[in-house]
């Protein structure tokens, strides 16, 4: 399922992030009040976030098979503490599995940073590495931005006159919709404070099935016919933690015939190494976070 037009436009405005954070604030003149966000993860299962965009409120639901409406994780608004909705392994899982499901969204990425939130660490987590992957996550957030109008003179000038005091480059806009004291709070640990996985409302059942269904899905990727000749060096990348043969592992897999966007963009350059490890362990059928752990 292709990202949406509105939820592109909306996530290269710093404005829309602040929001997502439940800082305050509304978007300025949004074309629509609310905006849904549906997530297909696999077996019928997906994750629906529904944004207020003049409220902040948000509520993150758990599509189940042959419903229409999502059954609520957990609800937040403005000034409010998140819900503890989902642990951080469920959530680094579906993205890894939307990822292979919808080449527009590669992990970490769009959903680890809309959904982040809602999976705040605990204990039980590697917070360097949570971090580092949510840091990622928020670094991936990219826009378009215009090449410069053509400035200076029309003929070239005499070269006591070519420097930038007299003919100054006309500032370049980055790229990057967040800056880095933003990306620097955002993915900052955050401590749970509302539990709500032990109300009876919550969907316990339903979200363990697609616990298991997720890591099926994944599990099963190595033995795919285009993959299986690159579970070796796979497993030999992840062992030793070297990320300079990936460029062989991509080839392994496009002279296989992988034509995946998603798995060969994660393997080429300029390598990003938190995108390469994801995209190593799924192949070697490593646990999740065992390869990613050696670059933070």
């Not at 949406?4 to 629509?32: K, N, T, V, Y």
């Not at 696999?42 to 409120?57: C, H, K, M, R």
């Not at 503890?84 to 769009?110: N, Q």
Request: aromatic share 6%.
């Amino acid at each position: 399922m292709p990202v949406p037009e509105a939820l592109r436009r909306l996530s290269e405005e710093p404005d829309f992030w602040s929001l997502l954070r439940a800082e305050g604030g509304a978007i300025p003149d949004p074309e629509q009040a609310e905006l849904r966000v549906s997530l297909p993860v696999t077996g019928g299962y997906g994750l629906v976030l529904d944004i207020g965009l003049t409220t902040g409120e948000q509520a993150l639901g758990l599509r189940e098979p042959a419903t229409s409406e999502p059954v609520q994780l957990g609800w937040v608004a403005p000034g409010r503490p998140f819900p503890a909705a989902l642990r951080w392994d469920e959530l680094d899982l579906f993205a890894r599995v939307i990822a292979l499901e919808d080449p527009t969204l590669p992990h970490p990425g769009l959903v680890v940073a809309l959904l982040g939130p809602f999976a705040p660490t605990t204990a039980e987590d590697d917070e360097g590495t949570v971090e580092a992957v949510r840091e990622a996550a928020y670094r991936s957030l990219r826009r378009e931005v215009p090449p410069p109008a053509p400035s200076g003179p029309e003929q070239a000038p005499l070269p006591l006159f070519t420097g930038d005091t007299w003919w100054p480059k006309p500032p370049q806009p980055s790229p990057q919709v967040l800056d880095e004291a933003a990306i620097a709070a955002y993915t900052s640990p955050s401590v749970p404070r509302l539990q709500v996985r032990d109300s009876s409302r919550f969907p316990q059942e339903g979200l363990f099935d697609l616990v298991r269904r997720a890591s099926r899905r994944l599990s099963q990727v190595p033995e795919e016919k285009v993959y299986d000749q690159s579970r070796p060096l796979a497993r030999q990348i992840a062992a030793t933690g070297d990320l300079r043969t990936v460029n062989h592992l991509l080839n392994v897999l496009t002279e296989a015939g992988c034509d995946h966007p998603t798995v060969l963009d994660a393997l080429s350059e300029p390598l990003v190494p938190l995108e390469a490890c994801w995209m190593v362990e799924t192949l070697a059928g490593a646990v999740p976070g065992t390869l990613v752990r050696r670059h933070v």
